[in-house]
């Protein structure tokens, strides 16, 4: 029996009033039986919990009962920071930490603004994961969580782009991002601190040692900072593409932000038809190419020639593909 779990029921039916057996199981994970014998023990436990018979009964409190016991654990305090954000909790670890959280919250306000509490989560949901693909496996986040809160590092191998793409290394974890559903470990490794994607984590395992995070670190700005080296890292070229009214209108859908601001901010008129004549960053020319195929005839490139030429071979290679039937 968990006392943890029947306190979060008497909770549950103090801040939600009448509730069927079947919701409370829900709201906490557990099988209807399991709640019913929550709800039994609650009972022989003297709490004046009683059962509404028929369509729209339910288990509820004595009317005017309360209990004071909301005292908060160090780790639901924690996450109450994620309180709003249920699938971030999972991931950390922290869902059944933020449902107690949430309910001793609940529990602790005056019922006019528990009602109010209740209507604004109701209408409000956040939704992390960028869209066309499926969640990343983060195994070790949780592991990741206790390092950085406990400063203890971690030994990992880890898969990375370049060569050799499977590297060790003992990371001192200073924070954690969340980045559009993508998590990303700020650490210090050996004198420099850098970024890791979690997904890209091989295998992890805490270590004995234990680490001081600089005082003057600061997670927010080091992540401003990255993130403005990254755009610098990852575009090392340019390119003067032409555009149509239409393929202008999709390069939301198609491109990278930055390449839609550079056309906002460079685009020049280039006769009456309604084409613009725009610099846009490139990453490499097998990239680019790539990205502007997606707008077909909408979009011609002028320079540089090897990304005009990419251009042309790859349009022949679909025309060989499906010219003949």
């Given at each position: 029996?968990?006392a943890?779990?029947?306190?979060?029921v008497l909770?549950?039916?103090?801040?939600?009033?009448?509730?069927?057996?079947?919701?409370?199981?829900?709201?906490?994970?557990?099988?209807?039986r399991?709640a019913?014998?929550?709800?039994?023990r609650l009972q022989?436990?003297?709490?004046p919990?009683?059962?509404?018979?028929?369509?729209?009964?339910?288990?509820?409190?004595?009317d005017?009962?309360?209990?004071?016991?909301?005292?908060?654990s160090?780790?639901?305090?924690r996450?109450?920071?994620f309180?709003?954000?249920p699938?971030p909790?999972?991931d950390?670890?922290l869902?059944?930490e933020?449902?107690?959280?949430r309910?001793?919250?609940?529990?602790a306000l005056p019922?006019?603004?528990?009602?109010e509490?209740?209507?604004?989560?109701a209408?409000f949901?956040?939704?992390?994961?960028g869209?066309y693909?499926?969640p990343?496996r983060?195994p070790?986040?949780?592991?990741?969580v206790?390092?950085?809160?406990?400063?203890?590092?971690?030994?990992v191998r880890?898969?990375?782009?370049?060569?050799?793409?499977?590297v060790?290394?003992?990371?001192r974890p200073?924070?954690?991002?969340?980045?559009?559903?993508?998590?990303?470990?700020?650490a210090a490794?050996?004198?420099?601190?850098?970024?890791?994607?979690?997904?890209?984590v091989?295998?992890?395992?805490?270590?004995d040692?234990?680490?001081?995070?600089?005082?003057d670190?600061?997670l927010?700005?080091?992540?401003?900072?990255?993130?403005d080296?990254?755009?610098t890292?990852?575009?090392t070229g340019?390119?003067?593409?032409r555009?149509s009214?239409?393929?202008?209108?999709?390069?939301?859908?198609?491109?990278?932000?930055?390449?839609?601001?550079?056309?906002?901010a460079?685009?020049r008129?280039?006769?009456d038809?309604?084409?613009v004549?725009?610099?846009?960053?490139?990453?490499?020319?097998?990239?680019?190419?790539?990205?502007?195929l997606?707008?077909?005839v909408d979009?011609?490139?002028v320079?540089?020639p090897e990304l005009?030429?990419?251009m042309?071979?790859?349009?022949?290679?679909?025309?060989?593909?499906?010219?003949?039937?």
């Amino acid at each position: 029996m968990s006392a943890g779990r029947l306190l979060s029921v008497l909770l549950l039916l103090q801040s939600r009033g009448r509730m069927p057996a079947r919701g409370i199981a829900d709201e906490l994970g557990v099988s209807v039986r399991t709640a019913y014998r929550d709800l039994t023990r609650l009972q022989a436990a003297g709490i004046p919990v009683y059962a509404e018979p028929g369509r729209g009964g339910g288990y509820q409190l004595l009317d005017g009962y309360r209990t004071r016991l909301t005292g908060m654990s160090e780790s639901e305090a924690r996450a109450l920071f994620f309180a709003g954000l249920p699938g971030p909790a999972a991931d950390l670890g922290l869902a059944a930490e933020v449902t107690s959280a949430r309910l001793k919250l609940l529990a602790a306000l005056p019922a006019g603004v528990r009602e109010e509490a209740a209507r604004t989560a109701a209408v409000f949901h956040v939704d992390a994961p960028g869209w066309y693909r499926e969640p990343e496996r983060t195994p070790y986040l949780p592991l990741f969580v206790d390092a950085v809160l406990a400063r203890r590092a971690v030994d990992v191998r880890y898969r990375r782009w370049r060569a050799p793409q499977e590297v060790e290394r003992r990371l001192r974890p200073y924070g954690l991002v969340l980045k559009s559903g993508v998590w990303y470990l700020v650490a210090a490794a050996e004198s420099r601190v850098g970024t890791y994607r979690v997904a890209r984590v091989l295998d992890a395992e805490p270590s004995d040692e234990r680490f001081d995070r600089p005082q003057d670190f600061d997670l927010a700005a080091y992540w401003s900072a990255y993130l403005d080296g990254f755009e610098t890292r990852r575009y090392t070229g340019a390119a003067t593409v032409r555009l149509s009214p239409r393929g202008r209108g999709r390069l939301p859908d198609n491109v990278p932000p930055e390449v839609v601001r550079a056309v906002e901010a460079t685009a020049r008129a280039v006769g009456d038809d309604g084409w613009v004549e725009a610099v846009i960053p490139t990453e490499s020319t097998e990239h680019a190419c790539g990205e502007l195929l997606r707008l077909g005839v909408d979009v011609e490139v002028v320079a540089p020639p090897e990304l005009r030429q990419a251009m042309a071979a790859a349009v022949r290679a679909l025309v060989g593909v499906y010219g003949n039937p």
